[in-house]
């Protein structure tokens, strides 16, 4: 007799009641999803994940009370802390930067499809970032135009990784998943979230979007 997976937790923040019931109908008919909460602003939704501990927060960005751009910083800092997704319709480069400099792990816009809404979700429980198209163009744009940095070993965050933590790490910068990281090492995904985990905390990041931008800026 097999054990099924755990499903994933997500928390939907959203002030529109109608994207709100969109967003919860599609999920709902994806196998191993759950909506486990709902909530209406920032406020909210940092006091729901701390009681239902999702895997997934999906967050709007423009909502009353709190916005979800503060709201990010509080939903990473809560232990667990889940996976912040942002879902917009407003993709601009300051946004997008900002959300992901604060620790978020995905930006979504609003006209994605069902099944890619439903992918991201899992991919984001998995640990791998989540980026619309339109999107990583902003993200990589801004990491080509960083102007010159100092070597990677002039780093001391980059200087406390293991050799292997660095070649995940190199890996992390070419926006690769950790599927991908473990075929390319020739090792297990639960391995290399290992590693991602040490390298996030070694280096004081809050995802591995921030881990990614590190290795740009630092020339990996």
Same mark, same amino acid.
Do not use: W, Y
């Given at each position: 007799?097999?054990?099924a997976?755990?499903?994933?937790?997500?928390?939907?923040?959203d002030?529109?009641?109608?994207?709100?019931?969109?967003?919860?109908?599609?999920?709902s008919?994806?196998e191993?999803?759950?909506?486990?909460?709902?909530?209406?602003?920032?406020?909210?939704?940092?006091?729901?994940?701390?009681?239902h501990?999702?895997? $997934?927060?999906?967050?709007?960005i423009?909502?009353?009370?709190?916005?979800?751009? %503060? !709201?990010? *910083? #509080?939903?990473?800092? @809560?232990d667990?802390?889940?996976?912040?997704?942002?879902?917009t319709?407003f993709?601009?480069?300051?946004n997008?930067?900002r959300a992901?400099?604060?620790?978020?792990?995905g930006?979504?816009?609003?006209?994605?499809?069902?099944q890619?809404?439903?992918?991201?979700?899992r991919?984001a429980?998995?640990?791998?970032?989540?980026?619309?198209?339109g999107?990583?163009?902003? $993200?990589?744009?801004?990491?080509?135009?960083?102007?010159t940095t100092?070597?990677? %070993? !002039?780093d *001391? #965050?980059?200087?406390? @990784?293991?050799?292997?933590?660095?070649?995940?790490?190199?890996?992390?910068?070419?926006?690769?998943?950790?599927?991908?990281?473990a075929?390319?090492?020739?090792?297990?995904?639960?391995?290399?979230k290992?590693h991602v985990?040490?390298?996030?905390?070694?280096?004081?990041?809050?995802s591995?979007?921030q881990?990614?931008?590190?290795?740009?800026?630092a020339?990996?």
């Amino acid at each position: 007799m097999t054990t099924a997976e755990p499903s994933v937790r997500v928390l939907l923040a959203d002030d529109e009641e109608m994207i709100r019931r969109g967003v919860q109908l599609i999920l709902s008919h994806a196998e191993g999803i759950e909506v486990v909460a709902e909530a209406v602003n920032g406020e909210q939704a940092v006091a729901l994940a701390a009681e239902h501990r999702p895997d $997934v927060a999906l967050v709007d960005i423009r909502m009353p009370v709190l916005d979800g751009l %503060a !709201a990010v *910083p #509080r939903l990473v800092a @809560l232990d667990p802390a889940p996976q912040v997704v942002m879902l917009t319709t407003f993709g601009d480069e300051q946004n997008v930067l900002r959300a992901l400099s604060d620790g978020a792990t995905g930006f979504l816009l609003k006209d994605e499809g069902p099944q890619e809404l439903i992918s991201a979700v899992r991919a984001a429980a998995a640990g791998d970032a989540v980026l619309s198209p339109g999107v990583t163009g902003t $993200v990589i744009r801004r990491m080509l135009s960083g102007g010159t940095t100092p070597p990677a %070993a !002039a780093d *001391p #965050r980059i200087g406390h @990784l293991t050799d292997r933590e660095r070649e995940v790490l190199a890996m992390l910068g070419r926006g690769l998943s950790n599927a991908d990281i473990a075929r390319g090492l020739g090792i297990g995904v639960g391995t290399v979230k290992t590693h991602v985990g040490a390298i996030l905390d070694k280096t004081g990041s809050t995802s591995r979007v921030q881990a990614a931008l590190l290795a740009h800026q630092a020339g990996i």
